[in-house]
């Protein structure tokens, strides 16, 4: 009699119907690292692709800027030049006014001293600092040199002037040194833009 031994079969038949892949515990920890390893390398690869499209697009706006500067360059030089023409123009406007503002200065104060000189009196220096002025002169009597002074006190453009020295000498001709303050606007100007009677 033949012996069949059964539980042989039965396990080759387990051993033959058991799956290709087995699914114990240590497998699932593989396909868990294989699936994270495949999550970052797309998420790496997605960042990767946007960091280059957006520096494709950095790099078309700074050569779009680029372009733009080149061709406003000259503009902007002309602009610059414009400037420094203007300043320099406004700075030669500004010596011509103070120029002609002090050359309107001189004359006003040689007019007034000429007005204020009586006769037998004549200057033989006028020297002027800001608003001082110093004068020396000489004069054939006393009464010229205190008319003279009369004369500068009672005009709105000199302050009180004041006598330093006052000499004769053998020919009976004095000499005198005085000094006042000159302002080229008048001490009361209401009194001198009124009608006069």
Known sequence: MI???LLVEARA?????????????????????LGALVLAIGWVGLRYWQLSSRLADVKAEVAVNQ???DRLKPIIEEVEAFKKRNAELRHKIEVIEQLKANQYGPVRLMDEVSKA??????????????????????????NAVANFIANLGA??????????I?????????????????????????QASAPRT
């Open 155 to 164: 005009s709105p453009f000199f302050s009180e002037p004041v006598l330093k």
């Open 117 to 142: 000189l009586p006769e037998l009196l004549w200057l033989t220096d006028l020297t002027v600092s800001g608003p001082a002025i110093s004068m020396r002169g000489q004069a054939l009597n006393e």
């Open 166 to 190: 006052m000499s004769q000498n053998e020919a009976s001709v004095f000499t005198f040194d005085l000094s006042c303050n000159f302002s080229y606007t008048p001490r009361d100007a209401a």
């Open 67 to 69: 372009r733009e500067y």
């Open 13 to 33: 038949d387990k051993v033959s119907k058991a799956p290709l892949i087995s699914l114990g515990t240590g497998n699932i920890n593989n396909y868990l690292l």
């Open 3 to 5: 012996k069949i031994n």
